[in-house]
């Protein structure tokens, strides 16, 4: 069974203590968690299909449109309400020619006096996915109103299925790009702090050639050259935000490396590695987790800013930059600049308060009552 250390139960319950950090927490899983099941959420694909005693789960599987009765092999357009007359009623060619009247004939079961086996169609709460194309029946974008609850954007898509994976999207990149880049960051920051000499001298004059380079143009650059992906994009953002921890851990490995304790640790024969990351690293963590809000804030603020100038994730990606840029292009649809600010501000807000929590957690010298 999986227990906490003494200094991790101390450091959990002050992180416990801070009642808005601990908030924060509960707040921001619920809503990542929610976020994980998109899919069931807000999707244009039934959740489940029962078609003559059979189950389909469409949202995870392909299934033809011959597989309800229908004629082509491409994928079943299961919002048309002849598929829908198909799968309720059993694949009844009459659907094709009276697909709302088979529909009410089959509400009790019974078709032309005969009993048939209805089939069951159950959608998710939001009946359309992040690129699903609405017939609004007028201009797009439009206000929100029952169909669409905060409205839909200048392609007529729904903004609330947008929200929601645009949220998922954005976490996943922040966490990726925020894990890599402080592994970097931290290790090339160690090594620098802790050998010091000549290997930190030429270090610190690669790290200023670096982050003097214009992180803009080379995204666009590369951009052009191999197209735009979420993978190559997380890549490229890692690549120019290690340098951000490299500067805090340097200083505290440097002000560490000759206290008495490290002095006693090489003495006694234990490896460099050992005394860095086993011994120095937990001391240099306040420091470094101080700074990790910053990082996680500029990392999605990265992420907005490109997808708003049009060089970040795929155009067929949900980004929360590109609704941004929609609000910008539609002053006439305040709904869109409303619904982008909140998403941002709660989501930057709920983030910046946990790792404060956290920072204040690994500080020995914080307590709360």
Same mark, same amino acid.
């Given at each position: 069974m999986f227990t906490l250390s003494p200094l991790n139960q101390r450091r959990w319950r002050n992180f416990k203590r801070n009642r808005r950090a601990f908030?924060?927490?509960i707040v921001f899983a619920v809503l990542f968690g929610l976020s994980l099941f998109a899919e069931v959420l807000a999707n244009d694909k039934p959740i489940y299909v029962q078609y003559r005693g059979e189950s389909f789960f469409p949202i995870y599987r392909f299934y033809p449109e011959t597989a309800f009765g229908g004629d082509l092999r491409t994928e079943a357009v299961y919002r048309d309400i002849e598929i829908e007359c198909l799968i309720i009623t059993g694949g009844l060619e009459a659907c094709w020619d009276d697909p709302e009247g088979m529909i009410e004939?089959?509400?009790?079961?019974?078709?032309?006096?005969?009993?048939?086996?209805?089939?069951?169609?159950?959608?998710?709460?939001?009946?359309?996915?992040?690129?699903?194309?609405?017939?609004?029946?007028?201009?797009?974008?439009?206000?929100?109103?029952?169909?669409?609850?905060?409205?839909?954007?200048?392609?007529?898509?729904d903004v609330v299925a947008r929200v929601i994976?645009?949220?998922? &999207?954005?976490?996943?990149?922040? &966490?990726?790009?925020?894990?890599?880049?402080?592994v970097i960051g931290i290790?090339?920051?160690?090594?620098?702090?802790?050998? #010091?000499?000549?290997?930190? &001298?030429?270090?610190?004059?690669?790290?200023?050639?670096?982050?003097?380079?214009?992180?803009?143009?080379?995204?666009i650059i590369v951009f052009a050259i191999f197209g735009r992906s979420f993978w190559l994009l997380v890549f490229l953002t890692a690549l120019f935000g290690w340098p951000a921890l490299v500067g805090v851990v340097r200083a505290e490995f440097l002000r560490a490396r000759n206290f008495e304790y490290v002095r006693a640790a090489r003495a006694l024969g234990v490896s460099n590695w050992t005394i860095m990351f086993r011994h120095m690293l937990p001391n240099a963590m306040v420091a470094t987790l101080t700074l990790l809000p910053f990082i996680i804030t500029g990392t999605i603020g990265?992420?907005?800013?490109?997808?708003?100038?049009?060089?970040?994730?795929?155009?067929?990606?949900?980004?929360?930059?590109?609704?941004?840029?929609?609000?910008?292009?539609?002053?006439?649809?305040?709904?869109?600049?409303?619904?982008?600010?909140?998403?941002?501000?709660?989501?930057?807000?709920?983030?910046?308060?946990?790792?404060? #929590?956290?920072?204040?957690?690994?500080?020995?010298?914080?307590?709360?009552?």
């Amino acid at each position: 069974m999986f227990t906490l250390s003494p200094l991790n139960q101390r450091r959990w319950r002050n992180f416990k203590r801070n009642r808005r950090a601990f908030w924060s927490l509960i707040v921001f899983a619920v809503l990542f968690g929610l976020s994980l099941f998109a899919e069931v959420l807000a999707n244009d694909k039934p959740i489940y299909v029962q078609y003559r005693g059979e189950s389909f789960f469409p949202i995870y599987r392909f299934y033809p449109e011959t597989a309800f009765g229908g004629d082509l092999r491409t994928e079943a357009v299961y919002r048309d309400i002849e598929i829908e007359c198909l799968i309720i009623t059993g694949g009844l060619e009459a659907c094709w020619d009276d697909p709302e009247g088979m529909i009410e004939d089959a509400a009790d079961g019974m078709i032309e006096g005969e009993r048939i086996e209805k089939g069951r169609v159950i959608w998710p709460p939001i009946p359309y996915s992040y690129s699903t194309i609405s017939d609004i029946g007028g201009t797009a974008p439009s206000a929100p109103d029952a169909q669409h609850l905060l409205g839909t954007d200048d392609t007529a898509r729904d903004v609330v299925a947008r929200v929601i994976y645009g949220f998922r &999207l954005s976490i996943f990149f922040t &966490l990726i790009v925020t894990a890599v880049a402080s592994v970097i960051g931290i290790t090339a920051g160690a090594v620098q702090g802790f050998f #010091g000499g000549w290997l930190d &001298l030429v270090f610190q004059r690669v790290i200023e050639i670096w982050t003097s380079t214009p992180q803009l143009y080379i995204i666009i650059i590369v951009f052009a050259i191999f197209g735009r992906s979420f993978w190559l994009l997380v890549f490229l953002t890692a690549l120019f935000g290690w340098p951000a921890l490299v500067g805090v851990v340097r200083a505290e490995f440097l002000r560490a490396r000759n206290f008495e304790y490290v002095r006693a640790a090489r003495a006694l024969g234990v490896s460099n590695w050992t005394i860095m990351f086993r011994h120095m690293l937990p001391n240099a963590m306040v420091a470094t987790l101080t700074l990790l809000p910053f990082i996680i804030t500029g990392t999605i603020g990265t992420l907005a800013s490109l997808d708003f100038l049009g060089f970040g994730l795929p155009s067929s990606a949900p980004s929360l930059g590109e609704l941004t840029l929609q609000a910008k292009q539609n002053l006439q649809a305040p709904w869109l600049a409303f619904t982008a600010f909140f998403t941002f501000a709660i989501m930057l807000s709920l983030l910046v308060f946990i790792f404060e #929590g956290v920072r204040d957690a690994f500080d020995p010298r914080k307590t709360f009552q």
